[in-house]
């Protein structure tokens, strides 16, 4: 915001409020987004109901509904900034394995039913990738295979093991390292000395829970987010609903130029309306000039935008006859560019010129109160002795 106001403060000319608006609802890196559940509707405790918890993530700033949809967003998508990740060979499983499972939707396999890791491997996957099917829904799509050469190519698979060591932390989520692409997946010697390497992801969830979540989760009430990441949230109910009050500011902006207008102001902008009731921001404040006694040419246009609201600096140099005295710097570009930046001309952002009595101010809320209505009162009726 401040470096688009100082922009339009260079250029010392008067922008439609409407066409700002417009700018900052298109660009979704300008805009923030707040989210604030009705608390009628979730519940404020007065009535024994707890309002609607919101879980953010402190790192991407996405939101979500539920808790646990965050903990699988930040151990996929934030899994390197929390551990380092470290590949060793190890010896194929042992067992009398008839067959093994095979994903029948990427392919991917997974194990033997009665290998210790099978469970495990089979949510992992169902959790990572196929979030939208329940999981009754996607153990139906697997195959069991019994060729003894795809059995066999399991076990060479399994000869990888995977051991995931936490990252040092402080409790600062920006404190947190970013990962570094030559030590995330090492085969070399654990490459964190005097830890013990976490094997499997229920062992990484747990440790995650207790000693990350609290220093990179946020839950609370109401939160604020960036516009790009409003747009890209995954949780479905959120982005229904942001997307909905999106279609609504940008049928009606009312609210919207209002706060930006505001912003404006407290920028050092002023605003005014023209005679079609249209706003406009500028950083030069309007500011008639007063003194008739003055140089022919600061009086000449004067005169000739007074007489002709609206019409651009071509036909004024053009009727006034000023010939070759366009360039910048000559004396009358002096004349008409100390005009605009003492407010005693509007330049508009389309080349048109006004002077300011043509403008109409616009006020601010009265704080007058209100008189207050006498109550009548009725007359008492007298009693008859």
Known sequence: MESLAR????????FPLGKLTALFLDRLDSLVVR??????????????????????????RTVYLDRE??????????????YRVHESENEPPNGNFVCVARCGLSGEL???????????????????????????AYRSKLDMIRDPEVIEAWKQ?????????????????????????????????APVTGQDGLAGFNEVKQHFLQHVYPD??????????????????????????IESAWRRESRSIMRTAITIR???????????????QRVFMTAVAPNPLQDAETVDTIKSIIDYVDNHPGC????????????????AGTAVDRHFRLLIDKGRLIFFHDGTLTLPHHLHAIRGPTTAKKPKRKKSRTPKKKLKS
């Open 7 to 14: 922009r339009l403060a260079e250029s010392r000319r008067a």
């Open 35 to 60: 989210l604030s559940p009705d608390l009628q509707s979730s519940g404020d405790g007065a009535d024994g109901t707890s309002p609607l918890t919101l879980f953010q993530c402190r790192l991407c």
């Open 69 to 82: 949809p965050l903990i699988q967003h930040m151990l996929t998508q934030h899994l390197d900034r929390f």
């Open 110 to 136: 997974i194990g033997p039913p009665n290998y210790h890791g099978y469970h495990e491997r089979l949510t992992t996957l169902h959790r990572e990738r196929y979030p939208h099917l329940s999981f009754e």
């Open 157 to 189: 698979s399994m000869r990888k093991q995977t051991v995931y060591f936490p990252v040092s932390q402080t409790g600062n989520p920006s404190s947190i390292p970013e990962p570094d692409a030559e030590t995330t997946a090492s085969t070399d010697p």
């Open 216 to 241: 990179t989760a946020l839950e609370c009430i109401s939160c604020v987010i960036p516009g790009t990441v409003a747009r890209e949230i995954e949780d479905e109910n959120l982005r229904r609903w």
């Open 262 to 276: 505001g912003i404006f102001r407290s920028l050092g902008f002023s605003a005014f309306k023209t005679a079609d």
């Open 312 to 327: 651009t600096r071509a036909a004024l140099w053009e009727d006034l006859g000023f010939g070759d005295d366009r360039t």
